[in-house]
């Protein structure tokens, strides 16, 4: 009864070792929440950790893991996942991006209330937001909404700042580490709805990061591409399948400006039907109605 009533709180951090500063900060502002977390996890990502791991004063057990090879953000999560699954003492893990900064000093404890409050909450996502306030529209977890300040139950999350039920991970298993990084969020927040979970988009948890664009980064066309094809024959009936990807397929073609990037894209796509998706575990029709009937068919 103990994870209904008050659940323990663990935070995870995965890093690249390129962004201490950032990592300090961030940290710094976890040690100052007025709910101490139970543990703290800290994963060098193909990466030895800077000094920040061990010099700082930080509440709750402190782990610092460093891993031999990058293994992407959701690899990098599993690690930590996988440590907290050894102690076995926590019940919800706070995963923050190592650029973020909690601004407010009582996140941690509105997490806490909110996982209390629901048994059948497993994920809560943070509104992100940059330095002068403004939260970009692509992390709003809404189709044809662009206010941040609307909380509810939604179909998806910001990898950026959320919180995850252990309980809920253990029924629908961890982060797709082969995705390395994009979409994973969904493929993550699809198990979930389909296993009978609650997505809460809380705006009141904010997760202050710098503006940035997804296409940053170098593998970011192909990657996004194949990870949708995967994410797709992962998930989907398989009549949303053809669906899905013609809806996406256009969508590309009306928002990509580049022909490098078109080519970079196709070329993902074609690794997303040619290679290993995973196992597949399509979900039920009626997990399909409940996404549309929060706003996201999942067509879209």
């Not at 951090?13 to 703290?40: C, F, Y």
């Not at 060098?44 to 891993?67: D, K, M, Y």
């Not at 710098?210 to 591409?225: D, E, F, L, Q």
Request: glycine share 10%.
């Amino acid at each position: 009864m103990r994870d209904a009533m008050e659940p323990r709180i663990a935070v995870a951090v995965v890093t690249m070792g390129n962004r201490p500063a950032e990592v300090d900060a961030l940290l710094e502002s976890v040690a100052k929440q007025d709910l101490a977390p139970a543990r703290i996890v800290i994963v060098g990502n193909g990466c030895p950790l800077p000094e920040f791991a061990r010099r700082l004063s930080l509440p709750g057990e402190v782990t610092a893991i460093e891993v031999a090879e990058n293994l992407g953000c959701p690899g990098g999560r599993n690690v930590a996942l996988a440590r907290l699954r050894e102690h076995g003492d926590v019940d919800v893990v706070v995963e923050l991006d190592d650029d973020g900064l909690l601004v407010d000093p009582d996140v941690l404890r509105r997490v806490r209330d909110l996982y209390a409050a629901d048994p059948r909450l497993g994920i809560v996502g943070f509104r992100i937001a940059d330095e002068l306030g403004e939260t970009q529209r692509r992390h709003v977890p809404r189709v044809g909404s662009a206010d941040p300040m609307r909380g509810g139950h939604v179909t998806g999350f910001l990898g950026g700042g959320h919180a995850l039920r252990m309980t809920m991970l253990d029924e629908t298993g961890d982060w797709p580490a082969e995705f390395f990084f994009a979409h994973e969020e969904t493929d993550l927040a699809w198990r979930a709805i389909d296993a009978g979970w609650h997505i809460l988009y809380a705006p009141e948890l904010l997760l202050q990061h710098p503006r940035t664009s997804p296409a940053r980064h170098a593998i970011y066309h192909r990657v996004t591409a194949r990870n949708r094809v995967w994410l797709v024959r992962r998930n989907l009936p398989l009549p949303l399948v053809p669906v899905h990807l013609g809806v996406w397929i256009l969508v590309t073609l009306l928002r990509t400006r580049s022909l490098g990037g078109l080519r970079a894209w196709f070329g993902g796509f074609a690794e997303g039907v040619c290679e290993p998706a995973g196992a597949r575990r399509p979900m039920r029709w009626r997990t399909v109605w409940r996404l549309t009937r929060l706003g996201r068919p999942p067509v879209i």
